[in-house]
């Protein structure tokens, strides 16, 4: 079982930003972090761009940051958003041609238990993902170092 | 979001064995129904007949059949049998370098998420997935017609 690159990828980024708040951060750190195609991160980015959950800042010194504080940014509404299809099973995304057609209950069975999974994810946010205690910061040198903080 | 093809098959054959209890079905037969390929079907058969879900019967005149009634059958059992994994993102299964690591609570969270999902699915059997009154029935012509009985 599994949810698409996008939503893995988006997830992952969310968390990325998540940690460094205080600083905009570019695709090519990302990409190097998670060793994850720089070419998949920048449609992911495009589209939580366009749900409003990152602010992308073009040009030299550019990047891109949270729009919102993690405590509001939904996992589930970010999984819903950035899963193509929930097509669990061949059949549901088919032209209707099998012989259970109208007797066939498993749709709804596992439509169901998906809920279940979002609904999960629903009452988690980003804020959840993130030790409220870790922040990484740039050192002098570009490396990075982590420090434990309170949350605000 | 995709269960993979071996799970889905599974459920839809356990469907099939289901709705025939009074005879031997054939790989042939279901495949057609379905319009699926008889290879991975084959596949599928071999792992349900490993679990000891169906009964195979080989030779002239062979087939298979449940070997359970439905009610006994539980969906949550098939699908954690059947699914190779349940490596949600592709972090799950990596050889642990990303830089969040023993800082990342995403993994958990999509853990507890799944859980969710497969105890839905543990409190369901196949009986739920076959509408009571339903059985086909082979006529003399080699052709179904299904037909309306009470479920024993």
């Given at each position: 079982m599994r949810l698409t690159v996008m939503t893995?990828?988006?997830?992952?980024?969310?968390?990325?930003?998540?940690?460094?708040?205080?600083?905009?951060?570019t695709i090519n750190e990302v990409a190097q972090a998670y060793d994850i195609s720089e070419a998949h991160l920048m449609k992911v980015t495009h589209q939580l761009a366009l749900h409003g959950w990152i602010e992308t800042i073009?040009?030299?010194?550019?990047?891109?940051?949270?729009?919102h504080s993690p405590a509001e940014i939904s996992l589930g509404a970010v999984v819903r958003n950035m899963e193509?299809?929930?097509?669990?099973v061949e059949c549901f995304a088919s032209d209707g041609s099998c012989v259970l057609r109208g007797?066939?209950?498993?749709?709804?069975?596992?439509r169901d238990a998906l809920e279940e999974f979002l609904q999960h994810?629903?009452?988690?946010?980003?804020?959840d993902l993130?030790?409220?205690?870790l922040m990484f910061r740039l050192k002098e040198?570009?490396?990075?170092?982590?420090?434990?903080q309170a949350r605000t």
């Open positions: 893995d990828y988006a997830l992952r980024l969310l968390m990325f930003l998540g940690q460094r708040q205080d600083r905009l951060c073009r040009g030299k010194g550019g990047g891109m940051r949270l729009a193509a299809d929930f097509d669990l007797q066939c209950a498993l749709a709804g069975v596992l994810l629903d009452a988690r946010t980003l804020a993130i030790p409220g205690s040198d570009g490396r990075e170092s982590a420090t434990i």
